[in-house]
T-cell receptor, first 112, second 113 residues
Framework: SQKIEQNSEALNIQEGKTATLTCNYT??????LQWYRQDPGRGPVFLLL???NEKEKRKERLKVTFDTTLKQSLFHITASQPADSATYLC???????????WGLGTSLAVNP | DADVTQTPRNRITKTGKRIMLECSQT?????MYWYRQDPGLGLRLIYY???????NKGEISDGYSVSRQAQAKFSLSLESAIPNQTALYFC????????????FGQGTRLTVV
């Protein structure tokens, strides 16, 4: 069956460091992958989309990579700040009428 | 004003009661979705609609029904609420013509006692 895995353990890092979050998938050939941020009790907010033919995408302090051979995406936040503390979700195009399949998310805490 | 608006934001209801959660959007998107989110289980799709006449069950549709009253409105009903339907519910929209993001509402926290 199709499966998406994100780091289940919370990630704690020091302010100013780079946070790296992982999204692995199996039994998929997604056309694109998305990353979202979710704060407690609020809806996910879109951050970045990367397509299958793209290796890397950047937006300000955010960088996403997509390795279709490894079936993995890495999400980086450089120069992290306490305000970056949130849960980060990855989502894949399922290929089935383009419904998104969601990972469970990774909680990130940036300590001052 | 929010692009995707859910009402109510919080609701406590009794077991066996019928309850409706409403969602409206100003994005002009054709696709709308209802998800529930539970700790440790992530976002699970309840129902989705690709246009007003196209409604589909998601992975956990039992105990729920939906109505797409217009392109901009998609409501979720719990016909007879039960405690394990206590969860955070999200409505979302997307545009079928573009492989872009989903836009989420603020969520409805539903408690069934």
């Amino acid at each position: 069956s199709q499966k998406i895995e994100q780091n289940s353990e919370a990630l704690n890092i020091q302010e100013g460091k780079t946070a790296t979050l992982t999204c692995n998938y199996t039994n998929y050939s997604p056309a694109y992958l998305q990353w979202y941020r979710q704060d407690p009790g609020r809806g996910p907010v879109f951050l970045l989309l990367i397509r299958e033919n793209e290796k890397e995408k950047r937006k300000e302090r955010l960088k996403v990579t997509f390795d279709t051979t490894l079936k993995q995406s890495l999400f980086h936040i450089t120069a992290s700040q306490p305000a970056d503390s949130a849960t980060y979700l990855c989502a894949l195009d399922s290929g089935n009428n383009r419904k998104l399949i969601w990972g469970l998310g990774t909680s990130l805490a940036v300590n001052p | 004003d929010a692009d995707v608006t859910q009402t109510p934001r919080n609701r406590i209801t009794k077991t066996g009661k019928r309850i409706m959660l409403e969602c409206s959007q100003t994005k002009g998107h054709d696709r709308m979705y209802w998800y529930r989110q539970d700790p440790g289980l992530g976002l699970r799709l309840i129902y989705y609609s690709f246009d007003v006449k196209d409604i589909n069950k998601g992975e956990i549709s039992d105990g729920y029904s939906v109505s797409r009253q217009a392109q901009a409105k998609f409501s979720l009903s719990l016909e007879s609420a039960i405690p394990n339907q206590t969860a955070l519910y999200f409505c979302a929209t997307s545009d079928s013509n573009r492989r872009t993001e989903a836009f989420f509402g603020q969520g409805t926290r539903l408690t069934v006692v």
